[in-house]
């Protein structure tokens, strides 16, 4: 093991050594200093009868008397020492306590000295490290140039996302045709949410709106917003939004917006803050025919501050999911229509659950990497089952899973989508890997509304118990929501049989809708069970494709 060595040149080393020589100073001082105890005219009286005094020393100013008790002395001027000096030689001592008098003047002014020098080195340190940070502060607040990129990323070279398409279709006829719009008096979204988890293409669907209308892109993270001196994150936040007014119409693309964008609550930072609110400023100080349109991309919009998401400023969100298995093939189709193979991709999208659009494209490169190492002239299927556990295993984790695990998930959501479409509860879309309830913002929600949720969400894990006779974790998030809504209706709402709580009532109403779902899904076996193969076909069901499967048995 290698030894720190000592850096002297570090000030807190030296001030260290510093204080440790004034030490030793004081210390050897106090050793060597005269310590010779005084006494009275009467004591050396008594000393004298009684012949103790071994030796008698002189100097200017006192007499020292060495006894078998201990070493005394008396001002000289106050005794007669005619009698003294004739019984006892004396030895005179002049001028030694004069000398060393003088040499601890020497070392405690040399220390003082060597301390000063110590200071005035670390305020000089103190001083350039000063204009440093002045300097550096003056470097970040000049003018950076901001750079659009223009984007040559289009919708074909994007698969499986085509719902999110036809939502920006308009977006971009916008940006071709802006006049047309105008004349119609028709305003579009100033910001454009992409809410989403990591990997499934936020940054890439930005960079094809941006190259599929043929605008400049302008590219930031929010982490690039939030600076160390305060108002910097502001400043870059104004340039960009020029610099975009004057090239418009173009698109502003902010990723990881949540860095710049959280809540504003009891943990404050300044620097965050202000940048928000420039932000929020500039959003609102677009003029309609500005032509500007902001995406921003984050895979965690509940932190998001409300006053970012009102109307006028993120008013438009768009969600992406994990891609379904036919997202999975067209996008597998795309990234290796350039390579050559023999593999069966459907079979490949079958066996990749879970798999956002990046962990498919690594698991395209690996395979075509480990038919390169085994010189196949093309991928086959070994090379794709030969990686996907390094995929799955290695620097990213990617949730997939295994055959009973899509069984049993299949059950589960199905169960849902039947719930949920029996009960007249919108959804967008229902997935093996995916739940996407719509929110209504209705003001008024009745007590049949919130119970009905309260089923949609037990609906899972009773559909797995009647099946399996076993419960299973993925319940847990759901079960938490039925609980939560059963609590607000009671202690939030009022909506209880009685004026006070009672958490007792929480337990008899979601064993009542416990009881309501088991009598559905006794009634819907056949239906439940043709939504379960179809998940496990498609891995995702729409809420009009679940209304055909009720019509064909009713």
């Known amino acids: 093991m290698k030894r720190a060595k000592l850096n002297f040149n570090d000030k807190n080393i030296r001030i260290i050594i510093g204080l440790l020589i004034a030490l030793i100073i004081i210390i050897t001082f106090s050793i060597v200093r005269d310590t010779t105890k005084a006494i009275t005219t009467v004591e050396l009286s008594r000393l004298y009868t009684q012949d103790k005094i071994k030796r008698l020393m002189i100097d200017d100013s006192y007499l020292y008397f060495v006894t078998k008790e201990g070493n005394f002395k008396i001002y000289k001027g106050s005794i007669n020492t005619k009698s003294l000096f004739k019984k006892y030689p004396v030895e005179v001592i002049g001028n030694k306590n004069y000398l060393m008098d003088l040499l601890y003047l020497f070392i405690i002014v040399g220390a003082f000295i060597f301390l000063f020098r110590m200071m005035k080195t670390n305020r000089d340190e103190n001083l350039v490290q000063l204009h440093q940070e002045i300097d550096r502060a003056e470097e ?34 916008f940006l071709h045709q802006p006049q ?9 979204p100033r910001g454009i949410l992409l809410v989403g988890p990591p990997g499934v293409g936020k940054t890439l669907v930005s960079k094809a709106i941006a190259g599929e209308a043929s605008v400049p892109f302008f590219y930031q993270s929010g982490a690039s917003f939030v600076q160390i001196y305060v108002g910097m994150g502001a400043k870059r936040v104004g340039e960009l939004f020029a ?68 109307a006028g400023r993120f008013d438009r969100r768009i969600h992406i999911s994990l891609p ?34 990046a962990a498919l494209a690594t698991l395209v490169n690996e395979a075509a990497l480990h038919a390169m190492r085994h010189d196949n002239l093309g991928i086959e299927m070994d090379n794709f089952e030969a990686v996907k556990d390094k995929v799955l295993l290695g620097k990213h984790r990617i949730i997939s899973y295994s055959q009973k695990e899509r069984a049993i998930l299949a059950i589960y959501q199905s169960a849902k989508a039947l719930i949920a479409t029996w009960l007249d509860i919108e959804f967008e879309k229902i997935g093996i890997v995916t739940t996407q309830i719509l929110q209504r913002e ?3 929600v009745s007590k049949s509304e919130i119970i009905n949720r309260i089923k949609m969400y037990l609906a899972g894990s009773i559909a797995t118990k009647r099946t399996y006779n076993e419960k299973y974790s993925n319940a847990g998030v759901d079960i938490a929501k039925a609980r939560l809504l059963a609590k607000e209706l009671i202690e939030h709402y009022s909506m209880g049989e009685n004026f006070v709580d009672n958490t007792n009532e929480e337990e008899a109403i979601l064993q009542q809708a416990s009881i309501d779902v088991e009598t559905i899904l006794d009634k819907l076996t056949q239906i439940h069970e043709k939504i379960t193969n179809h998940l496990l076909v498609h891995e995702n069901i729409t809420e009009e494709e679940t209304r055909e499967i009720l019509r064909e048995i009713f």
């Open 243 to 310: 610099k975009a007014k004057q090239m418009a119409p173009s698109i502003v693309f902010i990723d990881e917006i949540d860095a710049v964008g959280k809540s504003r609550g009891e943990f404050r930072n300044d620097e965050r803050e202000a940048t928000l609110n420039e932000l929020l400023t500039q959003m609102d100080g677009f003029e309609d025919s500005s032509g500007v349109i902001v995406i921003g991309a984050t895979n965690k919009v509940e932190v998001l501050d409300e006053a970012l998401l009102r």
């Open 140 to 173: 970040i607040s000049k003018p950076q140039e901001i750079r659009a990129i223009q984007s040559t990323v289009k919708f074909s070279d994007v698969a499986g996302i085509s719902d999110v398409k036809e939502e920006l279709e308009e977006v971009i006829d």
């Open 324 to 357: 379904d298995v036919h997202e999975r093939l067209k996008t597998l189709e795309l990234y290796m229509s350039r390579k050559p193979h023999h593999a069966n991709l459907l079979e490949v999208a079958r066996m990749t659950v879970g798999f956002n659009s």
């Open 442 to 444: 209705n003001e008024i």
């Open 180 to 188: 047309k719009y105008h004349q119609l008096d028709i305003k579009l």
